[in-house]
């Protein structure tokens, strides 16, 4: 029996195989779309904001990241 589950963007029925080249999403199409929201910001994880660390490039150790 093979799942089915529903495309993210259009609600359209995408069965769950190895075949389905785009799945969750039933087409390129409605992949990019949905790639696209996410790059402009439309999608978003709700949650407290981070303030992005910048450092001083002089001071870099790649050491200290591993």
């Not at 495309?7 to 949905?34: G, T």
Request: contains cysteine.
């Amino acid at each position: 029996m093979v799942k089915i589950v529903h495309c993210p963007q259009c609600e359209k029925d995408v069965p769950w195989q190895e075949d389905q080249q785009w799945k969750p999403f039933c087409s390129e199409r409605c992949k990019l779309i949905d790639l696209g929201e996410w790059a402009s910001e439309g999608h978003r994880i709700t949650g407290d904001s981070v303030q992005a660390e910048s450092f001083d490039i002089d001071e870099y150790n790649p050491s200290d990241y591993h």
